[in-house]
Structure formats: C-alpha cells, structure tokens
C-alpha cells in the first residue's frame, strides 16, 4: 500500500464552518458571548485569530463492529449437596425473561433456585441414621445382672440373675446413629447450574479513538457512523500497516498519537478474536484538529475537526 498524505483542514475553513454550526444551533448565545452592546450582530466580527488560542494537531481511529449477543455459553451441570451446604448458595430464578449481557453483573452459568429437588440418601434409606446392634446389651435388650440375696435367719447368701430394659437402645437391642453420609439431614438437595439467558441481540456498533482529550468520542462515533461517507480518512485493513504508516500518512505525530494508536490495536485484536464480535469495516485514521478558544467575554470553549481538509466535520462545547 503506497504511502498517503492526509492534509488537515486550514484553521479558518474550521473556525467558519463552526460560526455557521453555531449560528444555526446557538444563535442567541453566540451574540451574547461574540455581541456589542448597541451594534448590529455579524458573523464576520467574529474573527479565529481573536478567538482562537491555541491549536492542537491530533488523530482518530474509527471502525465498526457488528456485536452478537447469544445465550451464555457454559456447560450444564449438577451440583449435589446436603441442606445445610445449600443455605449457604446463592441462587437466581429468570422466570422465563431474557437478560440484557451489558446489564448482567455475574457468572455466565448460575445456580437456578426452580431446579432444587429432594434426593434421599442412599446409606440410611432418607431416615437420617442408621440402626446397629446396641454395643450395651449386645442387642437383647436387656441388661442382665444380679442382685445379692439372703436366705432365711441364717442369712445364707445367694446372688439371684436380674434382667431390666436397656437405658441405652430403650430395650429395643438396637441403637440410632446418626447417618455419616447426609449428616442427619435425611436428604441430598441437587440443583442444576445452568447459562443465563441472555437476549439474543446482533447490533452494529461504531468505535473511536482520539488522541486529543475530548468528551464527544461517544457523540463522534455515532456521527460517524452516519456520516462515514462525508469525512476524509485513510483506510488500513491490517492494524500493523497503520501502526508504520499513521506517521507518514498524518504528516505529523506525537506522544498521545502513538498511545492512541498502541490502544486502537490493541482493542481491535482484541475484537478480531471475541467470537460473538465481527469487524465490518476497515480501521480509518482521521487527522483531528483541536482549537483552545476564548470569547470576547472570556468564556473559553474548544473546537474539533475530524477528518481532511476535502472532507470534515465540527464538534464543540461552546
């Protein structure tokens, strides 16, 4: 791709088509910042080389992508657990409704509260213990002992067999013990975590970067979106043919051009691999004047072009 030279606009095509703008939009504001008392209000009184401080030469990076965005996608899963485990989830019912992505704040794949169902634990047959032999009675049931007794005025000893119910297994001969699996709990709880159901929105998108430190990106870009075709820019195809040649075709650089440009490519890469994002246009640096201005009553207020001087566009927050 040989090498192209965008020239950037004259300063005083700028400054009139931005007069014309702001007459059209701002026109009683205009006299009242631009106005002398007592005298005809005229454009041509009001002058860029009063108005006009400083200048800036800067730069912008366009392009456009086209967004998909699809249900979350994440593997469906269950998850088994006992009561008290699950107290300490945290759960989400969508009833139904879609979910915006750009408003979601969250995992893509969550637990969902209408999935929970009751399991019963398998070791003790959902009771929640299980029954062994009482290791006191030995499982009888009985405690079987003897008492000291005397027999007659003689008082002969004798020990006679004594039986009462075991305190232990309640003369059941069988003890409870709480169920090592399900903790007593009797039940396992299973839930599925499942992808969030996002909407299913394809939408086109502009992006901008600009070296010059202004709060119309947003505004910008949309602009551009519309207008593409009424301002002047170079086109690239391949990020690292613009990061050679963005000097050459600008016929001027500086330090916040090549952070915008480091950042432009990088975003753009990074669009390149997302696979719900597609690039649909080429990348377009723009040549972007800046002019720092002050108003007959000192109001200071900045301008913007974006684009050559065969083709541009005027932003500012007078």
Known sequence: MPDVTLKSPNLDDVFEKWKQKTLRTSKKKLEKEF??????????????????KETEKEAAIYFEIKKTV???????????????????????????KSVNKDNWKGD????????IETVPCTKCGGKGYQEEKCKTCKGSGKIEDQILVLEGEEQKKEKKPFSYPCPYCYGS?????????????????EYEVLPVPY??????KPVLFSSAKTKYEKEIGEDLQKLIEEVQGIKFTDPKTLDKKA???LGYYNKNIKKMLKNAIGEYKDYDKDDDTKITTPMYLFPVIQMFCETKRGKSFEIYSIGSDQKFITYSNF
């Open 70 to 96: 699809a249900p979350a996608k994440g593997k469906e899963q269950k998850e088994r657990m006992r009561a008290d485990k699950v107290e300490k989830e945290t759960f989400f019912t969508f009833k139904g």
């Open 35 to 52: 106005g002398t008392k007592g005298a005809v209000f005229s454009l041509d009184n009001i002058s860029a080389a009063e108005t006009v």
């Open 247 to 249: 000097e050459a075709s």
């Open 199 to 204: 909407k299913t929105v394809v939408e086109g």
């Open 108 to 115: 893509d794949v969550v637990p969902i509260y209408e999935t």
């Open 173 to 189: 001969g069988k003890a409870k013990e709480q169920c090592s699996e399900c903790g007593g709990f009797k039940n396992f709880y």
